[in-house]
């Protein structure tokens, strides 16, 4: 195998699969990438077994193949190069790469490309086709909300449901829930219900993010196709193809408050800053922070034996029954740190009960934090 590529396009294929090399796996061949030549350029691909990620990038073939190397080293090596045409050639017989670029000379070990795992199978017929921009921000609005305790393994990831043209995504940890609805414009009959496990989607959200798909039809889309326990995700040259979280995801709908008729409208970037001044003093364990509502005020109080105890309070538009509660500032900060809005709306019932909060002119995107005993 032998070609030349230009750095900048070398790097971009690197750096979208670093995230999926294995560096401590117990096969050490999952710490390398596979390169193989096409036609017209270069497949990179990586697995870890649960995810693959496969791109291609252009480049000038001279002799095609394919070769294993250490991922983390390779793209360290091409970071560092300056900005010129990179040419590398594989040594199959002694299993090296040489890499040459303008006076920089760098030979690397590799193992036999013909042990690297296969790239999962994949249909080519799509269930699902969603914006990018779409999925980006559900992706955005919900991970935070992902369960990391394996012992809910349902929960370690974001469920995804496609019916008609609305398209949900949902992620909690049994401590509080993020929900966002939407009208996706593309329609689609037959329902899609599927949990993307969370480093799946933290990948899948870093290819939209630097992707630059357009389709032909003035908007950037993904298609989805599911198989059994695995859904290929595609942006252009790029595909992502995952290992699905196998169960039923909790009836999250049940656990959505209809009434909580205490609404409290806040400004949002004002109450981030002073929840965020409150914390600094609230128990390092539970995060905890009594949220005090009465006309037109809120309190924020937070109180620890070892630290001492903060106050503050910030104006806003409430006219019911004086309520308190215990809540988890970090979960809340987590909310407003994406909701992306001028006002939000706490919606409360009594210290007892959950909490939900919205945007004041969208009540499709619905985050509940759970209370804590005061």
Request: hydrophobic share 40%; aromatic share 6%.
């Amino acid at each position: 195998m032998e070609f030349k590529i230009a750095r900048e396009e070398f790097l971009k294929g690197l750096q979208k699969v670093q995230g999926i090399v294995d560096t401590k796996g117990v096969m050490p061949i999952l710490s390398n990438i596979l390169i193989k030549t096409q036609p017209s350029g270069i497949d990179i691909f990586a697995t870890d077994l649960d995810i693959g990620i496969r791109g291609s990038y252009g480049a000038k073939i001279i002799s095609k193949g394919s070769a294993t190397v250490n991922g983390r080293k390779l793209h360290e090596i091409v970071r560092e190069l300056p900005d010129e045409e990179i040419h590398l050639k594989s040594d199959k017989e002694n299993n090296w790469i040489n890499i040459t670029c303008k006076k920089s000379t760098f030979k690397i070990a590799c193992l036999p490309a013909e042990e690297y795992p296969a790239f999962p199978a994949y249909k080519e017929e799509k269930d699902l086709c969603i914006e990018i921009n779409l999925l980006k921000e559900m992706l955005r609005k919900t991970n935070f909300s992902i369960s990391t305790d394996e012992t809910r393994y349902t929960l370690n990831g974001v469920l995804l449901e496609s019916e008609g043209k609305d398209i949900s995504m949902v992620g909690t940890d049994g401590h509080r829930l993020a929900c966002i609805k939407k009208s996706n414009g593309f329609d689609k009959k037959d329902k899609v219900e599927i949990i993307i496990p969370k480093k799946a989607q933290a990948e899948l959200l870093k290819i939209l993010e630097a992707g630059d798909s357009d389709q032909g039809n003035g908007k950037k889309t993904i298609n989805i196709s599911v198989e059994k326990n695995h859904a290929a995700f595609k942006v252009d040259k790029m595909i992502l193809v995952t290992r699905l979280i196998d169960g039923r995801f909790p009836n999250y709908r049940q656990v959505i408050p209809e009434d909580n008729n205490n609404n409290v409208v806040i400004d949002s970037e004002l109450f981030l800053h002073a929840l965020r001044r409150v914390a600094i003093l609230a128990d390092e364990k539970s995060r905890m922070v009594k949220f005090g509502v009465q006309k037109n005020l809120m309190t924020l109080v937070s109180d620890n034996s070892e630290l001492g105890e903060a106050r503050e309070e910030i104006d806003v538009e409430y006219k019911g029954n004086d309520i308190t509660i215990g809540l988890n500032a970090k979960y809340v900060m987590d909310i407003l740190n994406v909701i992306n809005v001028e006002k939000i709306v706490f919606k409360l019932k009594d210290a007892d009960s959950s909490c939900l909060i919205t945007p004041t002119d969208n009540e499709n995107y619905r985050c509940i934090v759970m209370p804590m005993r005061i």
